[in-house]
């Protein structure tokens, strides 16, 4: 059920992301008309059932292998790497299906995500102040950095040939797309937003001045970026 379950969320996020910020990014004037509910509905039901699919189908796969080794998984979660070190059957069927799908979930929307950017990158060199250019780099750069470490991590743990090498960092690059880039994502696409920001300081505040912990600085900028005086 976990093996299910979190190929089937990564499969969906893949696409469903990266579509949406190209046409955010790339077709800006059009979003609103393109994005309407009917293709909303339309590309959450196609990234589900493309979800569904890829899952079920290398799960139905590796249901079928034979196991009689260890029971343990060497891994933080059940994944097709470690789970075919535990058969003693053939698995280039596994190997090659997991290759395929793999190839079809992240190289294309990781392009797609490429493009969305180089786009960007485009825009903010027309842009004239320095000082908005370097704060539209600043944003890029972080959302960037979080994508390449999202799909570069499923790119070498599910594409990339299946090495000693990786076999034994197999837990660090699962790491990224699991754990790292959930963590990551809200600060870098919400806690920079000032809206969120004045949120996050009304929810926080009452907290602060209940346990007596002094939240206003006499002079400078508090930690959500306004200044202001006792």
């Known amino acids: 059920m976990q093996y299910y379950f979190s190929g089937f969320l990564v499969s969906v996020e893949c696409y469903l992301l990266s ?3 190209y046409l955010a990014i790339c077709k ?5 008309a393109l994005m309407n509910g009917r293709f909303c509905l339309q590309l959450t ?9 890829a899952s079920s189908t290398t799960m139905s796969l590796i249901s ?3 196991f009689c080794g260890p029971s343990e998984v060497d891994h933080f979660l059940c994944d097709t790497t470690p789970v075919k070190k535990l058969s003693c059957s053939d698995t280039s069927l596994v190997d090659t ?3 395929i799908l793999a190839s079809i979930y ?3 929307p990781f392009l797609l995500s490429l493009v969305s950017y180089v786009c960007i990158i485009a825009t903010i060199l027309r842009v004239l102040s320095t000082t908005g250019r370097q704060k539209a780099f600043s944003t890029c750069f972080s959302h960037l950095i979080v994508v390449t470490l999202f799909y570069g991590a499923l790119i070498i743990v599910y594409v990339l040939p299946d090495t000693d090498t990786l076999r034994v960092l197999n ?8 754990i790292l880039t959930p963590m990551v994502n809200p600060l870098i696409y919400s806690l920079r ?3 969120a920001q004045e949120t996050l300081r009304r929810a926080v505040n009452p907290l602060l001045i209940f346990t007596g912990i002094e939240t206003v600085q006499t002079t400078g900028l508090c930690p959500w970026g306004k200044t202001r005086r006792s």
């Open 193 to 195: 937003n000032r809206e």
């Open 106 to 108: 992240t190289l294309p």
């Open 97 to 99: 299906m997991t290759f």
């Open 64 to 66: 079928q292998l034979a």
């Open 19 to 21: 579509y949406d910020q």
């Open 171 to 178: 837990k660090v690059f699962s790491v990224f797309y699991t």
């Open 28 to 32: 800006p004037p059009r979003y609103a």
């Open 45 to 53: 039901a196609g990234s589900w059932i493309s979800g569904l699919l």
